[in-house]
């Protein structure tokens, strides 16, 4: 389990629930790109450290400061634990996902690009072993220096030196020293297949171990996205394994800042779209302003909704661009980012259920089954913007990280799959009223509308949440924030089309249809029958004014 993140939510009262909200908001601050990850009493055999996109003069660091692993004496001659650095084809795509999980990955060789980190607790010695074309992805000892370098310029090789922490010790014996020295600085020039056998130093301290690295991407053809896990085979055995703990520091970086090569146009990106959202919302505004008379409440909370996105894109823009250029976030802004987040979601499907029910524009009461829609949307709301909070605080090497990625992704699909419903309810009723009450065209065309608004709802869902991910599988790893691109203009685009379609105006088929409760019915039906309404006539209230019938 993770020693920083092991923090869930304590069971108790509102109160208590709200600061360990607050909590876990503030907690998503520590998310950045160089990332520390503790975990005691792991079990899994196989973790998923991260995954970045390089370009070339990017730089990888790592360094294991504790793993302490409480093996007993093995007859392995080959080792057993140790890190894996492959090269995949989108972020999306992980390179285990290949793998047996009966197998252990560090006794495998690969012809896909593919490097081994061995350590060897015997001998305190790791074994650097690469496959594949890899003629200059450079691997030495030692982390990079603090200095900062000129951008664009690639990290001089030949002045690294293995770093050493602070009260640790390395031991080799006086035979090995010599492959260590002559293994520090790797020559450019690769060799095809298996190329010559790296051997980096371990520290050995209180039954713990640790040593550190650094790989840096020398030319184009290693640019890419790479995966690194950390691999324990021990404990593949079901009901054999030995819980182990381990320390690891990592930190990405690409010649412009910490940005992964799919990240790094976000923060502009954001920009632009909360720029575009706030004209939207100040545009809306002005439409209503100009319709008094025709507005609605949820007309106001459709444009509160457009501020909302706004501002929350606003923070998000920030939150990137601050950890380019110092690997973290602000810790202010993130909270802000997270709440303006939260309340974002709440209010987008809230809105959409709401329009489909036709609730302020032709009634002012929600049945019961739109209530009980309402009952389980906000709550699985609620639910989902914690994992997803969860998810941007969280390392990916964490053990629950893939639980609460899948609770967000099932929980979005249920709440799009839930605000469909008052629009199909609302589409059958006006198919079966369309033929009884007399108010034949008005129905139809009302019908109509909601009917557009359905295709509408689905292509949002559709190309949000489908489109979306199938475009960031097959792109490239460098243009993969087109998948930000298509989910933020597909929501904008979504937002415009609902505007326009439900505007405040006097010959909008949404505004048109007057409502009359059963009570109403019952009395006028009353009063005609006793002759009551014999030389009056009835005066209806509409959207668009006084109408005498």
Not at 460 to 468: D, E, L, S
């Amino acid at each position: 389990m993770a020693v920083r993140e092991r923090r869930g939510l304590a069971r108790g009262n509102t109160a208590e629930w709200g600061q360990q909200l607050l909590l876990l908001l503030l907690l998503g601050c520590c998310s950045g790109r160089i990332h520390r990850l503790a975990l005691t009493g792991e079990k899994r055999p196989d973790i998923q450290l991260n995954s970045f996109g390089f370009y070339t003069n990017g730089s990888l660091e790592v360094d294991l400061s504790l793993l302490r692993l409480g093996l007993q004496e093995t007859k392995e001659k080959t080792p057993l634990v140790g890190f894996s650095l492959t090269r995949v084809q989108s972020g999306s795509i992980r390179s285990s996902s290949t793998w047996d999980p009966n197998d252990c990955p560090l006794q495998k060789n690969s012809s896909n690009l593919l490097v081994l980190f061995l350590i060897n607790t015997k001998d305190l010695q790791v074994q650097v072993q690469k496959y594949g074309e890899q003629k200059k992805l450079f691997i030495s000892p030692g982390l990079l220096p603090e200095t900062p370098s000129e951008p664009g310029l690639p990290k001089p090789e030949h002045t690294v030196t293995p770093k050493k922490d602070s009260g640790t010790t390395t031991v080799l014996d006086k035979a090995k020293s010599k492959p260590m020295l002559d293994a520090g600085v790797l020559s450019p020039q690769g060799l095809n297949g298996k190329d010559k056998e790296l051997v980096l130093g371990l520290g050995h301290r209180n039954n713990s171990y640790n040593f550190s690295f650094h790989v840096v991407i020398g030319s184009r053809a290693e640019e890419g996205q790479y995966s690194l896990s950390f691999h324990n085979c021990y404990n593949l055995m079901r009901g054999q394994e030995r819980p182990f703990d381990i320390t690891v520091m990592i930190r990405e970086k690409n010649p412009e800042g910490f940005l992964s090569a799919s990240e790094i146009p976000l923060y502009k990106l954001y920009m632009v779209m909360s720029a575009c959202f706030l004209a939207a919302g100040i545009f809306w505004v002005s439409v209503l302003c100009k319709n008094t008379y025709n507005v609605f409440k949820i007309h106001w909370l459709m444009a509160a909704l457009a501020f909302t996105k706004s501002i929350s894109l606003l923070f998000h823009s920030i939150n990137y661009y601050f950890i380019n250029s110092q690997g973290h976030p602000i810790e202010g802004l993130a909270v802000m980012h997270y709440i303006t987040h939260l309340l974002k979601g709440a209010l987008l499907f809230i809105t959409i259920a709401l329009i489909g029910s036709g609730w302020a524009f032709v009634k002012y009461v929600l049945s019961d089954k739109e209530k009980n829609i309402f009952g389980i949307v906000i709550p699985l709301q609620v639910l989902a913007n914690v994992a997803y909070i969860v998810i941007e605080s969280r390392e990916e090497g964490t053990s629950d990280y893939g639980l609460w990625k899948e609770i967000l992704f099932l929980v979005d699909l249920i709440c799009c799959g839930a605000i469909l419903f008052p629009v199909v309810w609302s589409i059958r009723h006006l198919q079966d009223a369309s033929g009884t009450d007399g108010k034949v065209a008005v129905n139809l065309a009302k019908l109509k509308l909601f009917r557009h608004y359905y295709v509408m709802v689905i292509c949002y869902v559709y190309f949000t949440r489908i489109i979306a991910i199938l475009l960031r599988v097959a792109v490239p790893f460098q243009w993969q924030w087109l998948y930000q691109l298509l989910v933020e203009g597909s929501t904008l685009a979504f937002f415009v089309l609902t505007g326009y379609k439900f505007q405040p105006a006097g010959d909008n088929p949404y505004l048109q249809l007057p409502q009359e409760d059963e009570e109403d019915v019952q009395m006028e039906q009353i009063m005609t029958d006793s002759g009551f309404r014999e030389g009056l006539s009835k005066v209806n209230k509409t959207a668009s004014g006084r109408e005498l019938l």
